[in-house]
C-alpha cells in the first residue's frame, strides 16, 4: 500500500479528522476527537511506512504472534496499540481491515451524543 492510498482510506471513513499534533512528519487521523491511527510521513518516505493503530488487547497478541509485521506499538500503550509494518507479510486487504478495527474502537468508546452525529454526517 502506499502512502496516497492509506491517507484516502483513512479519510474515507465517517468523521474522520487529519491533524499533525505532535510535530510536522506524524500525520494523525481521529474520529470525535480520538486517534485511532497514525504514523510517520518520514518513514513513508523511506520506503519504511508503519502505522501506529489500535486494537483488542486479546487480538494484539495473537496478530503480534502471527505476523513479523505486527509489533507493539511505538510510543502507545502496548497493551492496546499496533505499529503495523506495511507491505511487509500483512497483506493491503488485511491492514485496512486492521484499520477498520481500530476505527470501529475507537467509534464505540465514544458518547452515544458524538457517535450519533457522527452517523448523522454525510460521507
Avoid at 29 to 45: P, T, Y
Avoid at 59 to 69: G, K
Avoid at 95 to 106: A, G, P, Q, R, W
Wanted: with cysteine; aromatic share 12%; hydrophobic share 35%.
Amino acid at each position: 500500500m502506499n502512502l496516497e492510498t492509506y491517507y484516502e482510506y483513512c479519510l474515507s471513513k465517517k468523521g474522520v479528522t487529519e491533524h499533525f499534533p505532535f510535530d510536522e512528519d506524524t500525520l494523525v487521523f481521529k474520529v470525535g476527537g480520538k486517534i485511532f491511527a497514525l504514523s510517520s510521513l518520514n518513514q513513508w518516505e523511506k520506503g519504511q511506512p508503519a502505522v501506529n493503530l489500535k486494537c483488542d488487547p486479546e487480538r494484539a497478541q495473537v496478530l503480534r504472534a502471527e505476523y513479523d509485521a505486527i509489533q507493539p506499538g511505538f510510543h502507545m500503550n502496548k497493551m492496546h496499540w499496533n505499529t503495523i509494518a506495511v507491505n511487509r507479510d500483512v497483506q493491503d486487504a488485511f491492514f485496512k481491515e486492521l484499520i477498520d478495527h481500530s476505527y470501529e474502537l475507537v467509534f464505540k468508546s465514544l458518547t452515544k451524543k458524538i457517535q450519533l452525529e457522527i452517523q448523522e454526517l454525510e460521507n
